[in-house]
């Protein structure tokens, strides 16, 4: 079993809760943090981080995830998805401090890809993920026992959602399996049904099963669903023998929430509309859109898209607002009529990012995040094999 991916032993870090390894209830109630949080009433914060941000230059990189907040994307260096932020801190090996505004996978990736010397920071500790919380190390390596004892594990590949801690990285890493993204999943898949016969997919079933069925062709029938709270994952073991791909029942509370009935209701709405979602939306969703995208493909969707015309998004609303605001030469609608943000995400405001900004400028290093070097080394060799895909 790999060390689990931990916290820094700096005196000045908070204990962390190691997402994928437990249930913690108290885990989405906040961090104190060390020393002074501006109140977000603060009419001096821009001009806080403005000067923190100044102070710092180049040893700082400050990263934002496209779900991220107005107030945090407009101190952001570099925007992208989850993936694209690791890579663009791996591709600062200068700057001493990679300031994180996504949630703590994102971090450990950053710190999985970048140098030792390098610290990595995400502003407020709580800020999670629920679906990389939905498979633990314990529950995986259950499932894998599982598979052993049926006889099968040789036949499965593993391959694991960009959205997954690092101990299930590195699970992945250890059992020659792969990472993907939402942009490479079909050929994450197809290599994988290369490799074996079966793919266990963690941590996203939506993801898995859209991929499989709609980019690969295989029948839903196909696809089997691991509920890791039930014995023996609820799977008959007839139909584990029998199943091409075994899909983790996890899911993205953000993504999830979209219906059907939603697409339908915005079609009513706005005649005309093209109906836009992420992968990670359930099937029927995905089968009722007009097109699926990763948030880049989303964004470049959009951003190419002649004037005039209608776009339903099914993604966060701080991102689908952001696109509204920088098109409006086009009607870009939320796909659903109620507030979809991502609640983890967004607990990373303005407070935090200024008390993060001068805290290093003060020369104290807080929230960082470091993945052990075993867990490192195993989650890199899915990771580096995600970059090798054909
Ligand atoms: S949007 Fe979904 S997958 Fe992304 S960080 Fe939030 S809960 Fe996790």
Known sequence: MPSQSATTERPDTLPLYVLGAGADPAAEKGVSCPGELPPPSDPNLVRRAEMARAALGDRAFVLGHH???????????????????AKQAAARP??????????????????ILTAASQQVILPDLAAGCSMADMASYAQVEECWEVLEDLGIAGTVVPVTYM?????????????GGTVCTSSNARRALTWALTKG???LFLPDQHLGRNTAVLELGLRLDDCV???????????????????TMILWRGHCSVHGRFSARNVAEIRQRIPGVNVLVHPECVHDVVTAADAIGSTEKIIATIEQAPPGSAWAVGTELNLVRRLAAANRDKTVAFLDETVCFCSTMNRIDLPHLVWALESLQAGRTVNRITVDPVTAGQARAALDQMLALP
């Open 225 to 243: 669903v691991w509920d890791p709270r039930r014995p023996g994952g609820g799977v008959d073991p007839a139909e584990l023998r029998a199943a």
């Open 163 to 175: 959205n997954s801690s690092a101990d299930i990285k590195a699970f992945t890493g250890r059992h």
């Open 197 to 199: 016969s079966k793919v």
């Open 94 to 111: 200068d700057c001493e401090f990679v300031v994180f505004c996504g949630v703590h996978f994102m971090a450990e990736s950053a710190d």
């Open 67 to 85: 779900y991220q907040r107005d107030e945090v994307i407009a101190f952001a260096d570099v925007t992208g998805d989850s993936f694209k932020l």
